[in-house]
Antibody
Framework: QVQVVESGGGVVQPGGSLRLSCVASGFTFSIYGMHWARQAPGKGLEWVAF????????????EYADSAKGRFTVSRDDSKNTIYLQMNSLRPDDTALYFC?????????WGQGTLVTVSS | DIQMTQSPSTLSASVGDRVTLTCRAS??????LAWYQQKPGKAPNLLIY???SLQSGVPPRFSGSGSGTEFTLTISSLQADDFATYYC?????????FGQGTQVEIK
């Protein structure tokens, strides 16, 4: 079945870095864009980042929320059906459950999330 | 950035009720709007896309309408499985934004 599975979450100190991974299966990964979204404990959903598939005609391959610009980088490895979210300069307000999701062109498949806690 | 505002924040209803949730965009988004259902501890689940198109596998008691800046999600006859939080989200250009959610609770 179509699914995406996140990993890489954990506890990190403020100012630290973390790399999240998301492995996809059950669909032709290379022709779909992929998203990261997050949800702080007890709060609503926040879109974080998007990476287009390599065949996209768009000149710009990635998009970011203002909260992620300059600190987070999304990338993909189609040979591994995997996307990544490199997160640097982490802050306590980055604490959240991070979801990977498939674009179609709305998000139609979500992972179960990986928890990131930024705390000293 | 486009702001999405949902109302009410909480809705108390009974099984069998017809309920309507509202979502407003700060500027016109055409019909580039999706609705998601989320239950505690679970990932969101896509219900409606392009404002009124029902996602495959979603029960027909769910329906969406609207365009421009005003949108609604209607549940024609509320079932026990429908008590959850509902989010609207625009996808009319980046950055995408979600509404703050409407929690549908048991009356």
């Amino acid at each position: 079945q179509v699914q995406v599975v996140e990993s890489g979450g954990g506890v990190v100190q403020p100012g630290g870095s973390l790399r999240l991974s998301c492995v996809a299966s059950g669909f032709t990964f290379s022709i779909y864009g992929m998203h990261w979204a997050r949800q702080a404990p007890g709060k609503g959903l926040e879109w974080v980042a998007f990476i287009r598939h390599d065949g996209s005609e768009h000149r710009i391959k990635t998009e970011y929320a203002d909260s992620a610009k300059g600190r987070f980088t999304v990338s993909r490895d189609d040979s591994k059906n995997t996307i990544y979210l490199q997160m640097n300069s982490l802050r306590p307000d980055d604490t959240a459950l991070y979801f990977c999701a498939k674009d179609n062109p709305v998000i139609d498949v979500w992972g179960q999330g990986t928890l990131v806690t930024v705390s000293s | 950035d486009i702001q999405m505002t949902q109302s009410p924040s909480t809705l108390s209803a009974s099984v069998g009720d017809r309920v309507t949730l509202t979502c407003r965009a700060s500027q016109s988004i055409g019909t580039w709007l999706a609705w998601y259902q989320q239950k505690p501890g679970k990932a969101p689940n896509l219900l409606i896309y392009k404002a009124s198109s029902l996602q495959s596998g979603v029960p027909p008691r769910f329906s969406g309408s609207g365009s421009g800046t005003e949108f609604t999600l209607t549940i024609s006859s509320l079932q026990a499985d429908d008590f959850a939080t509902y989010y609207c989200q625009h996808y009319d250009g980046f950055p995408w934004t979600f509404g703050q959610g409407t929690q549908v609770e048991i009356k």
